[in-house]
C-alpha cells in the first residue's frame, strides 16, 4: 500500500508534464504549477479535515464526519483500517493522493487563462465540497451509492468523471483563449518530448492508482484482486493506444506522438473503475473502444466551440464514462454483469455528472465572488510564467 500511494503520487509530476509539454513555452511553468501546487494545497486539507469527509463516520450516508480524524488525531499507527490488515494511516495517504490529482485533472481545461490565486482556492473549495462527499458515496462502506452497488474499483466516478465534467464546465464558465479559434491548429503543443514522458509516468504510476486499490483485502483475495488490476490496466492502455493511433492515421493519414499519447491516457482512464472486476479480454474491449471515442470526442470540441485546452473532459470524462457503465456489462466479479448492474452504473454516473455540475458552478462562483477566475488580456497575451510567477521556462529562444 505504501509503494502504491508512492505511485500514484509520482502521476502527478507526469501529468505536469504531460499537460505542460502541450501548453506553449510562455505558460508552461505555470501549467506544472497547477499540478504541484495540489499536492500542497490538498496534501495539507486532507489531513487537516478532508479524510474525515470521505471516510470519516457516515452521516446518514451523504457525507462522513469524526472529531477525532481531524488532523488524524485518533488514528494511532498501530490501528487497523477496518479487516483490511493495514495500518489505517497507509489507507489515509492512499487515499489522499486520488485526493491531490482530481483537482489537477481539471486544470488541463483552464490552462493558459486561469489566474493562480482563483486556481488555489478553487482546488480547496472544489476538493472539499465535491470531491470529498463523491468519495464518501462511493467508496465508504455505508455510503448511499456503495450500498446502493454501484462499483467503482479506482475512481472511474470519483475521480475521472468529476473531474473531467468539472474541467468542461469551468472551461466554459471562463470562456476560450484569446487567440483560440475553433478549427485551427492556432494553438501548438511546445514540448511533446515532455508530453510523452508524462503520459510514460502516468502509465507507470496508473500501476498503484489501479492494482492498490485492491487495499490488502484478507486472506487470499487481496493477491489475485491486485494482479487482475495490474493484467487489465496494462492491457487496456496498449489496446486504447493502438486503437486511438489507428483512427488517427485511417482518418487523417498520420500517427502523431500526441495521439499515442492521449491513448494512453484515455485506456487507462476507461479500465479504473473496471479493473479489478473484469476479464484482460473484456480490457482489450474497454480500452480499443475508449482509444476510438475518446480521439472523436477530443476531435468534435472544435465543431462544439469550447476551449478544452488539454482535452481533460475528452479525455478523462467520456473515458470515465464509457468504462464506468461497460463495467456494469462486463463484471464477473464482486456480481455478474446484468441490465440491473448497467442501471446502476448509470446511476453512478449520473450522480457524478450531476454533482461535478453543480458543485462546479457553485464553486467557480464563490472564488469569482472573491478573486477574478481569468487572466487579464495583457497577462494572458504576454504570458502567465512571467505575469504570475515573474519566472521563465527558458531564457533561451527555441520556437514558439
Not at 30 to 37: A, D, E, L, Q
Not at 72 to 79: H, V
Not at 369 to 384: Q, V
Request: aromatic share 10%; proline share 4%; charged share 10%.
Amino acid at each position: 500500500m505504501l509503494s502504491s500511494a508512492a505511485l500514484v503520487l509520482l502521476m502527478v509530476p507526469g501529468l505536469a508534464l504531460f499537460y505542460g509539454g502541450m501548453v506553449r513555452r510562455k505558460n508552461v511553468l505555470t501549467t506544472i504549477m497547477h499540478s504541484f501546487v495540489c499536492m500542497a494545497v490538498v496534501g495539507v486539507q486532507w489531513v487537516l479535515f478532508g479524510y474525515a469527509l470521505a471516510f470519516g463516520t457516515s452521516q446518514g450516508g451523504w457525507i462522513g464526519w469524526d472529531w477525532s480524524l481531524v488532523g488524524l488525531r485518533g488514528i494511532t499507527m498501530d490501528k487497523a483500517f477496518l479487516d483490511k490488515g493495514i495500518p489505517e494511516l497507509a489507507f489515509v495517504m492512499f487515499q489522499g493522493k486520488f485526493a491531490i490529482i482530481t483537482p489537477a485533472l481539471i486544470s488541463g481545461a483552464i490552462a493558459e487563462r486561469v489566474r493562480f490565486p482563483a486556481f488555489l482556492l478553487f482546488t480547496l473549495l472544489w476538493t472539499t465540497l465535491v470531491y470529498c462527499p463523491l468519495a464518501h458515496w462511493v467508496w465508504s462502506p455505508d455510503g448511499w451509492l456503495c450500498k446502493l452497488g454501484v462499483l467503482d474499483f479506482a475512481g472511474g466516478t470519483v475521480v475521472h468523471i468529476s473531474a473531467g465534467v468539472s474541467a468542461l464546465v469551468l472551461a466554459m464558465r471562463i470562456g476560450p483563449r484569446r487567440d483560440y479559434v475553433p478549427g485551427q491548429a492556432s494553438v501548438m503543443p511546445h514540448n511533446l518530448p515532455f508530453t510523452l514522458l508524462g503520459a510514460g509516468l502516468l502509465w507507470f504510476g496508473w500501476f498503484g492508482f489501479n492494482a492498490g486499490s485492491a487495499v490488502g483485502l484478507p486472506g487470499p483475495v487481496a493477491g489475485p484482486a491486485a494482479a487482475l488490476a495490474f493484467t487489465t490496466t496494462q492491457t487496456a492502455a496498449a489496446a486504447a493506444a493502438l486503437a486511438w493511433l489507428l483512427y488517427e492515421w485511417l482518418r487523417h493519414g498520420r500517427p502523431t506522438s500526441l495521439g499515442l499519447a492521449s491513448g494512453i491516457i484515455a485506456g487507462l482512464v476507461a479500465i479504473t473503475p473496471a479493473a479489478g472486476f473484469v476479464t484482460p479480454l473484456s480490457a482489450l474491449g474497454i480500452g480499443a473502444l475508449s482509444g476510438v471515442v475518446c480521439c472523436i470526442a477530443v476531435q468534435w470540441k472544435s465543431r462544439l466551440r469550447y476551449d478544452d485546452s488539454l482535452d481533460a473532459f475528452g479525455v478523462h470524462g467520456v473515458g470515465g464514462m464509457i468504462g464506468a457503465v461497460l463495467t456494469g456489462a462486463l463484471c464477473f466479479m464482486p456480481v455478474e454483469a446484468s441490465a440491473a448492474q448497467v442501471g446502476k452504473q448509470l446511476l453512478g454516473v449520473g450522480v457524478g455528472v450531476g454533482t461535478a455540475i453543480v458543485g462546479t458552478l457553485a464553486v467557480s462562483a464563490l472564488v469569482h465572488a472573491c478573486t477574478p477566475l481569468r487572466a487579464s488580456d495583457e497577462e494572458e497575451r504576454d504570458g502567465l510564467d512571467i505575469t504570475t510567477h515573474g519566472e521563465r521556462a527558458y531564457h533561451a529562444a527555441i520556437g514558439h
